[in-house]
């Protein structure tokens, strides 16, 4: 058996990678990034899969960058994300790959999704406007996996992370989502000895955080027992206000100092949960609890600002994984 593994070198790549070794065998999975192969080449991605002649493949590739990036080349955005999507489902599936496992995001979602968002809403509507070339780009996968289970029996499966977080996740200003941005500015702060640190709203919106290292324990599952082109939202489903987690990354990184709320900057949606219903169904969970998930990061992430270690990301990028 060989599992190829795209995207190996980004966020949830480097969680993912040690699951599958581990469950499977170091010998079997080969990681794959941008180095050796430009999936974004119809050609190469062909010779990629005629070389190493993978039964699955676990394509976690992807252009990203942060919403300034978005803002600035949608175009980007969509036509290279469109690219990475729709040839990898067309070659897989003339080259013979048995399952092809692929995770999209949340903001995939419609903007004005109800929470808990199931996966029956997300044809209801629009996604947020700054990044749907990006998030429409990787919805194409939804299409594509029915389209290709249908016409020619091709079997592939499409998971749905909620907002994640965890080791080697992206910690740069200008792209960093709300976790590792908090984790940044507080240890910064403690670093500088700043008597307090000003937090964006009231702190009441919610969010339904999980851990990069759960999603990827629940890769195996679905490359061995589930065959469908329903989508499965893969998250805890459990509610915390960013007040909350504000208040634990500051404890997690020591950080002794005020926290002052400026309510007069935006906080996004009040609320946005995703409804885990049918991955609980399956059996599956995401245990982690948000304290023990933050520790965790917080600590890799001091060890390796201290170092420089392997896989820090402090500054802007725009990259294919």
């Known amino acids: 058996m060989c599992i190829v593994v795209t995207g190996a070198g980004g966020f949830l790549g480097r969680h993912v990678v040690p699951v599958l070794q581990q469950h499977y065998g170091r010998e079997t999975v080969v990681p794959l990034t941008r180095s050796q192969y430009d999936l974004e080449d119809r050609n190469q991605v062909r010779s990629m899969l005629r070389h190493y002649r993978p039964e699955v493949v676990v394509h976690l590739a992807a252009y990203v960058g942060g919403i300034g990036a978005n803002r600035r080349w949608p175009a980007d955005f969509f036509f290279r994300n469109t690219l990475l999507t729709v040839l990898m489902f067309e070659e897989a599936c003339r ?7 692929y995770p999209m995001g949340g903001c995939s979602y419609p903007a004005r999704a109800t929470s808990p968002i199931g996966e029956d809403q997300m044809w209801d509507g629009y996604p947020q406007p700054d990044s749907a070339p990006y998030s429409v780009a990787k919805k194409l996968a939804l299409v594509a996996s029915a389209a290709y289970r249908q016409q020619h029996g091709f079997r592939s499966v499409v998971l749905i ?40 709203g009231s702190g009441a919106a919610r969010r339904d955080f999980v851990y990069a290292g759960d999603v990827a324990r629940v890769f195996p599952f679905f490359i061995d027992h589930y065959d469908s082109s329903q989508p499965v939202n893969i998250s805890s489903g459990r509610e915390t206000t960013i007040r909350e987690l504000t208040l634990l990354v500051a404890e997690s990184v020591g950080y ?57 990301r402090l500054h802007p990028s725009r990259q294919a994984a």
């Open 161 to 200: 992370p909620g907002n994640m977080y965890g080791e080697y996740d992206n910690f740069s200003y200008e792209e960093s989502h709300v976790v590792p941005a908090l984790i940044r500015r507080f240890y910064e702060a403690r670093l500088q000895g700043k008597p307090e640190v000003v937090a964006w």
């Open 95 to 101: 080259q013979g790959v048995r399952k092809l496992v």
């Open 256 to 312: 002794p100092g005020r926290i002052v709320w400026d309510t007069s900057k935006p906080e996004g949606q009040k609320v946005k949960i995703f409804d885990t219903t049918r991955m609980r169904r399956l059996g599956l969970s995401c245990p982690t609890s948000l304290e023990e998930g933050i520790r965790r990061t917080a600590a890799w992430f001091m060890e390796n600002y201290a170092t420089g270690g392997d896989g820090l």
